[in-house]
């Protein structure tokens, strides 16, 4: 089992920026890749961006939406996953939900943060 909690949301103009955090626990070596999604209220949960294991190249992917103002990273040392996010739009606010998959495809949830950003 894998137990992910999140921290770092809050409430940002448009145009600021937060750094969100996501600290794993529990049977940690068997995470491969870690992301973050979202989900606004009436939407569907999207994935915001993700990152691939060292092991297999540290591959990030973003989603059309972020790319350019969001950057995800990891710290294996700490067993830490963060997203920062740049040039904050309304239409950015959400729930964030870090996300881990581990070896045998089984995903695992944190219990989000929210993040709301006024125009």
């Known amino acids: 089992q894998v137990q992910l909690v999140e921290s770092g949301g809050g409430l940002v103009q448009a145009g600021g920026s937060l750094r969100l955090s996501c600290a794993a626990s529990?049977?940690?070596?068997?995470?491969?890749?870690l992301g973050w999604h979202r989900q606004a209220p009436g939407k569907q949960r999207e994935l915001v961006a993700m990152?691939?294991?060292?092991?297999?190249?540290?591959?990030?992917r973003y989603a059309d939406s972020v790319k350019g103002r969001f950057t995800i990273s990891r710290d294996n040392a700490v067993n830490k996953v963060y997203l920062q996010m740049n040039s904050l739009k309304p239409e950015d606010t959400a729930v964030y939900y870090c996300?881990?998959?581990?070896?045998?495809?089984?995903?695992?949830w944190g219990q989000g943060t929210q993040v709301t950003v006024s125009s």
């Open positions: 996300a881990a998959v581990d070896s045998w495809a089984k995903m695992y």
């Open positions: 529990g049977s940690i070596f068997s995470i491969d890749a």
């Open positions: 990152i691939s294991s060292i092991t297999t190249g540290g591959i990030t």
